[in-house]
C-alpha cells in the first residue's frame, strides 16, 4: 500500500495550491479519502473528506469555502485544492484511505509553507 503525497511548497498569503495524493496497494474507489495537516507544535487535525464515489464532502470549519476536495477513481487520486492560502494554512499535509473494519492508510505528507 502507497499514499504519496505532493504539490506543497512555499506560497504567499492569499495564493493557491493544489496537492495531490497518489495510492496504490487497495481499491481505492471503494475507500472513503481524506485529507489531514499538522503544524509545528500541534495534533494533527482533520482537513476534509470525500465519499467514494465523490457523493458526499465536508470540511473543517478553518477551511470551508476556501478548500476544495475531489478524486479521480481512474488515476486513484485525491486532490485539495486550496485557495485563499492564511499564515495559519502552514502545516504538513496528510492523505487518509479509510477502509472496511477501521482499517486506515497515511501518506507520509507534503509540506505546505504560506509565508510573504
Known amino acids: 500500500v502507497q499514499l504519496v503525497e505532493s504539490g506543497g511548497g512555499l506560497v504567499q498569503p492569499g495564493g493557491s495550491l493544489r496537492l495531490s495524493c497518489v495510492t496504490s496497494?487497495?481499491?481505492?474507489?471503494?475507500?472513503?479519502m481524506s485529507w489531514y495537516r499538522q503544524a509545528p507544535g500541534k495534533e494533527r487535525e482533520w482537513v476534509a473528506v470525500?465519499?467514494?464515489?465523490?457523493?458526499?464532502?465536508n470540511y473543517a470549519d478553518s477551511v470551508k469555502g476556501r478548500f476544495t476536495i475531489s478524486r479521480d477513481n481512474v488515476k486513484n487520486t485525491v486532490y485539495l485544492q486550496m485557495n485563499s492560502l492564511k499564515p495559519e494554512d502552514t502545516a504538513v499535509y496528510f492523505c487518509?484511505?479509510?477502509?472496511?473494519?477501521?482499517?486506515?492508510?497515511w501518506g507520509k505528507g507534503t509540506l505546505v509553507t504560506v509565508s510573504s
Open positions: 487518509k484511505a479509510s477502509r472496511r473494519a477501521g482499517v486506515a492508510y
Open positions: 496497494g487497495f481499491t481505492f474507489s471503494n475507500s472513503g
Open positions: 470525500i465519499g467514494s464515489n465523490s457523493d458526499n464532502t
